[in-house]
């Protein structure tokens, strides 16, 4: 399943990106790209500018960042929930260039499509997926908790074609950064990973690190089956020891973290279970596949929350 990644070297274009909402990994990109003198603006729904504490490590740095209002953008990063993402797309549309490049970044699966369907032929497409960790202990704060690194496609015609500076520039806000040249089998690699790690740690409303325990085991392994299974179906080849050795690693690496499905549940928001679980279910579903694990895990944190957060 390994293909062929081309390392992306650092470079700086001075045509600003607009980061879409203020969520934590948009603000982690934003942060760093304004640390690095790259031109960014925030497109939100009130404020005209933005003022946070951007902290890593032991620094800690005061942001102010503007407010966008109108285009024409060239280059955005719509980092937000799943089920927004369409609704973003659709109310940037009147203030995209025609050459746009937007570049989506969401846990799940099911809204590539959908997008590409928005834009014009000649507007590209891409989606990076990143294991970087951030998070807001306050609305006016955000915390780089992870060092991960990011994947990132293009997905369509428009953006293959393209001789940009799309990978050079998101290696410097969400870096380190592989371009590589079908983004699919990563999206499905982190889907198999937040089909367990979300729904489980939201259900029991505990750290990432507590589903090592061997009382659990036995039902990330009846998970990861049924994910493999759904997979091949789907035409993505991977094997149950792989994915139980990433899925340990993610464990132990995320220890005392918590997943953004256990955050929203916590804080009785609007989870992504849908575009995760929910995503996975109708892939099966679609090929005649029974899941039992993955249905009875997704019926009983639906059970917990109210029919508008999933």
């Given at each position: 399943?390994?293909q062929?990644r081309?390392?992306v070297?650092?470079g700086?274009s001075?045509k600003?990106?607009?980061?879409v909402?203020?969520?934590?990994i948009?603000?982690l990109?934003?942060s760093?790209?304004a640390?690095a003198?790259?031109p960014?603006q925030l497109?939100?729904r009130?404020?005209q500018?933005?003022?946070y504490?951007?902290?890593v490590g032991s620094?800690?740095f005061?942001?102010?960042l503007?407010?966008a209002?109108h285009?024409?953008?060239?280059k955005?990063?719509?980092?937000?929930?799943?089920?927004d993402?369409?609704?973003a797309?659709?109310?940037?549309?009147?203030?995209?260039?025609e050459?746009?490049h937007?570049?989506l970044c969401?846990?799940?699966m099911g809204?590539l499509?959908q997008v590409?369907a928005?834009?014009?032929?000649?507007?590209g497409?891409w989606?990076?997926s990143?294991t970087?960790?951030?998070?807001?202990?306050?609305?006016l704060?955000v915390?780089?908790?992870?060092?991960?690194?990011?994947m990132?496609g293009?997905?369509?015609?428009?953006?293959?074609?393209s001789?940009t500076?799309?990978?050079?520039?998101?290696?410097?806000?969400l870096?380190p950064l592989?371009?590589?040249a079908?983004?699919?089998?990563?999206?499905?690699k982190?889907?198999?990973?937040n089909c367990v790690?979300?729904p489980?740690?939201?259900?029991?409303q505990?750290?990432n690190g507590?589903?090592?325990?061997a009382?659990?085991?036995?039902?990330?392994?009846?998970l990861?089956?049924e994910?493999?299974?759904?997979?091949?179906?789907?035409g993505?080849?991977f094997s149950l020891?792989e994915?139980q050795?990433?899925?340990?690693?993610?464990?132990q690496?995320t220890?005392?973290?918590?997943s953004?499905?256990?955050?929203?549940v916590?804080?009785q928001?609007r989870t992504?279970?849908n575009?995760?679980t929910g995503?996975?279910l109708?892939?099966?579903?679609?090929?005649?596949?029974q899941?039992?694990?993955?249905l009875a895990?997704?019926?009983?944190?639906?059970a917990r929350?109210?029919?508008?957060?999933y």
């Amino acid at each position: 399943m390994e293909q062929h990644r081309s390392e992306v070297s650092t470079g700086i274009s001075q045509k600003p990106w607009l980061v879409v909402g203020r969520g934590a990994i948009g603000l982690l990109a934003a942060s760093r790209w304004a640390l690095a003198q790259q031109p960014v603006q925030l497109w939100l729904r009130q404020a005209q500018s933005l003022n946070y504490r951007f902290s890593v490590g032991s620094r800690d740095f005061p942001m102010q960042l503007a407010g966008a209002t109108h285009g024409p953008f060239d280059k955005v990063l719509i980092p937000v929930k799943a089920f927004d993402t369409v609704a973003a797309v659709q109310q940037l549309l009147p203030h995209l260039s025609e050459h746009a490049h937007i570049v989506l970044c969401h846990n799940g699966m099911g809204t590539l499509e959908q997008v590409q369907a928005l834009l014009l032929p000649s507007q590209g497409l891409w989606f990076a997926s990143t294991t970087q960790g951030a998070y807001k202990p306050s609305p006016l704060q955000v915390r780089h908790t992870g060092f991960g690194e990011t994947m990132l496609g293009a997905c369509n015609a428009a953006a293959r074609s393209s001789v940009t500076t799309i990978a050079s520039d998101l290696n410097i806000a969400l870096g380190p950064l592989q371009q590589v040249a079908d983004i699919t089998p990563y999206l499905w690699k982190k889907l198999a990973i937040n089909c367990v790690i979300n729904p489980l740690t939201a259900l029991l409303q505990v750290r990432n690190g507590e589903l090592l325990k061997a009382e659990y085991q036995v039902q990330i392994s009846q998970l990861l089956t049924e994910f493999v299974l759904v997979a091949k179906a789907c035409g993505q080849q991977f094997s149950l020891d792989e994915l139980q050795q990433l899925i340990e690693k993610v464990q132990q690496t995320t220890a005392q973290n918590l997943s953004s499905m256990q955050q929203d549940v916590a804080n009785q928001r609007r989870t992504e279970l849908n575009a995760i679980t929910g995503f996975l279910l109708q892939q099966a579903a679609a090929h005649q596949i029974q899941l039992p694990a993955h249905l009875a895990l997704y019926q009983q944190l639906t059970a917990r929350l109210q029919p508008w957060q999933y």
